[in-house]
């Protein structure tokens, strides 16, 4: 069992900041993969950024590129997600995620494991 507890989000202005913390803890020997989704009200779960254990490059959704950072202390087993330049689309409930082998990172589908979810609010 693999339990993943987010935190650090809220309410910022546009342009803002915020960074969000993901907290991995239990048996991580099957996870190779980890990751952010969002999900705003009314909209499809879409992938953020994710990154691959093995080789801890990460990779981002077109639409946070060049503004988000995810990064990863593997000594803490936990995953940063550094969000610059914070647009109102970026408002949404933020999910961290970690999977075996096969998951996809754009949908969501086929991800085994998935934290409870911060929100985000980015006002105008």
């Known amino acids: 069992q693999v339990d993943l507890v987010e935190s650090g989000g809220g309410s910022v202005q546009v342009g803002g900041s915020l960074t969000l913390s993901c907290t991995i803890s239990?048996?991580?020997?099957?996870?190779?993969?980890m990751g952010w989704f969002r999900q705003a009200t009314g909209k499809e779960r879409e992938g953020v950024a994710n990154?691959?254990?093995?080789?801890?490059?990460?990779y981002y959704a077109n639409t946070v590129k060049g503004r988000f950072t995810l990064s990863r202390d593997s000594a803490k087993n936990i995953m940063t997600l550094q969000m610059n330049s914070l647009k109102p689309e970026d408002s949404a409930m933020y999910y961290c995620?970690?999977?075996?082998?096969?998951?996809?990172?754009?949908?969501?589908?086929?991800?085994?494991?998935w934290g409870k979810g911060t929100l985000v609010t980015i006002s105008p």
């Open positions: 995620a970690a999977g075996e082998p096969g998951g996809d990172y754009v949908t969501g589908d086929g991800i085994a494991y």
């Open positions: 239990g048996d991580l020997r099957s996870i190779s993969s």
């Open positions: 990154l691959y254990t093995n080789t801890g490059r990460p």
